[in-house]
């Protein structure tokens, strides 16, 4: 009888520490929401042109009859442009999609913290991975921010935990394909995605010695029947088998390159919640216990070979630690796993102490205003009105030459464009890189350009510089400063400027200032 108290009692204590700390999660991560509900981001534009090339009829484009692939999330694309297709604006489309697979995501934490393989069972800490992804900023900020990072976590999540659970089953057949399946959905998200399944590959060959070739296969041709049919389609649509970004942010090696995406990964290393530190503290402890189980060094060595992939590619200009967002929940499972290992026994007064301080933790995400921007993105913002004012004063189907190819040429509707960063540019992402010359080159993607080609296409427009464009004599990129030197550029073109309301409309008062080159032989704006 007493021993069925005890237990009454135990049970009474764990379902108010998890509705307790359910109530504070919520509560954490509806304020990072509502703290950064109005940012978005400038590239995510690039994907809805994209989309609203394709649900027109012209194809998977960027300008229509111009084959070049400068997205690099085909399946969000495709989500993007199907929710559309059913009335619902662009931007709205992407956000929903994005908050769908948030929500998605942690609904995937939270059936894995209450039954299967990698649950901790009664643990009272068996609700901390799920506590460190439902308030993670990062996820929260880019699930409104328009661009693919929820959905790319949420796959990932999906195909290494189901990995694992495979890994804790004896590599079962059935759950090796279920995850081969999601690593390939995932590869179709973000092409990233490959480094995930070639790590899972690595592991599943080390440790199937006993009916090997038919768990590789298990595991290999869900994910090659899903991923080779796309790599033909996109060879035979592009004439390439990586997207035209690939070029222009990942070729070749530079140690510059990787000191910019150390000292990326150290300002995410460095910011609250501590993660990182925390799995190292714990991975060490375990490792000299002998505590370090297969499960938690493939959640390690995965999000390992990642991470040094984002060093590789010098990490990223956008906010709130973008290219971290797929091994947060890797990185939080890992944690748990390892922790509930370490402290077997642990009370619950300790357990509701811990999970305190890291949601104190997580709420000190809202104060670090990388992790937490806010405000939309200032490109996007001024993009919006730029895009506006071009749509409506430009002549239509004018080609006009930009670095901002995000939200001006979307709402500059009814124009060409040539992106002289080489995103959506065949031939400048192809150029090699040179000395760098200006400071913004430094900016990961924006170090490419070619001003001699630029100038032989003859553009109707310029804008140097950002959005609202600047002067030529002061320079932002590398075409400009090759435009600079041409004596084609000050023989053909005139600068023209004007100041915008925030509706894109020309106004005396106070507003934006635009300031643009444009041919003087062309038809002058209206």
């Known amino acids: 009888m007493a021993d069925g108290r005890a237990e009454e009692q135990a049970a009474r204590r764990a379902a108010n520490l998890r509705l307790g700390v359910g109530v504070a999660c919520v509560c954490v991560a509806a304020a990072i929401l509502y703290a950064n509900r109005m940012f978005y981001h400038d590239d995510a534009f690039i994907t809805l042109r994209y989309a609203r090339n394709f649900l027109a009829g012209d194809g998977l484009v960027w300008n229509p009859g111009e084959a070049v692939q400068g997205y690099t999330n085909f399946l969000f694309l495709l989500g993007v442009g199907a929710v559309a297709s059913l009335g619902v604006g662009l931007v709205a489309a992407s956000q929903l999609l994005g908050m769908a697979a948030w929500l998605g995501l942690v609904g995937v934490m939270l059936t894995l913290a209450r039954r299967g393989p990698l649950s901790s069972g009664t643990h009272p800490l068996g609700m901390l991975a799920s506590v460190l992804v439902v308030t993670s900023a990062p996820l929260i900020v880019w699930s409104v921010g328009g661009l693919e990072g929820t959905l790319f976590a949420l796959l990932v999540t999906l195909a290494a935990a189901t990995f694992a659970a495979a890994v804790l089953s004896d590599l079962s057949p059935a759950r090796l394909a279920a995850s081969g399946a999601w690593f390939a959905l995932a590869s179709l998200t973000r092409p990233e995605g490959a480094i995930f399944f070639a790590v899972s590959l690595a592991f599943l060959l080390a440790f199937a010695r006993v009916e090997r070739f038919r768990r590789l296969a298990a595991f290999a041709i869900p994910f090659a029947a ?52 925390a799995l190292l503290a714990a991975a060490v402890a375990a490792a000299r216990s002998g505590k370090l189980d297969r499960v938690s060094a493939y959640f390690i060595a995965t999000t390992g070979v990642y991470l040094a992939y984002v060093v590789y590619v010098g990490g990223d200009h956008m906010h709130s630690a973008r290219l971290v967002l797929p091994v947060v929940p890797l990185l939080a499972l890992a944690l748990q796993r390892l922790i509930v290992s370490l402290l ?20 000190l995400q809202l104060g670090v205003r990388p992790l937490s921007p806010a405000a939309e993105d200032n490109a996007s913002r001024v993009g919006r009105i730029v895009g506006a004012h071009i749509a409506e004063a430009w002549p239509a189907g004018s080609l006009v030459a930009l670095n901002s190819a995000g939200a001006v040429p979307f709402y500059g509707e009814g124009h060409r464009y040539i992106d002289m960063l080489g995103l959506n540019d065949r031939h ?67 600068r023209r400027s004007v100041t915008l309301d925030t509706d894109g409309s020309t106004t005396k008062g106070e507003g934006l200032h635009f300031t643009w080159y444009e041919q003087r032989k062309s038809t002058s704006s209206r």
Do not use: C
Request: hydrophobic share 45%; no cysteine.
């Open 226 to 277: 899903l991923t080779l049919p796309y790599l033909a389609w996109q060879l035979f649509t592009y004439g390439d088998l990586v997207p035209n970004t690939f070029y222009v942010k990942a070729s070749g090696f530079s140690l510059e390159r990787a000191a910019r995406g150390l000292r990326y990964l150290w300002r995410y290393i460095g910011a609250p919640p501590y993660l990182v530190p």
């Open 344 to 363: 077997p026994r642990f009370g619950f007064p300790l357990a509701a102490a811990a999970y305190a301080v890291v949601l104190v933790l997580s709420a």
């Open 428 to 494: 400048i992402a192809r150029t090699p890189i040179g000395a760098r010359i200006t400071h913004w080159q430094a900016v990961p993607g924006h170090a490419k350009g070619d001003g001699d080609y630029v100038l032989s296409r003859e553009p109707d427009y310029i804008i140097v510089g950002p959005a609202q464009g600047t002067t030529i004599e002061t320079p932002w990129f590398l075409s400009e400063v090759q435009m600079l030197g041409d004596p084609r550029f000050r023989a053909n073109y005139r």
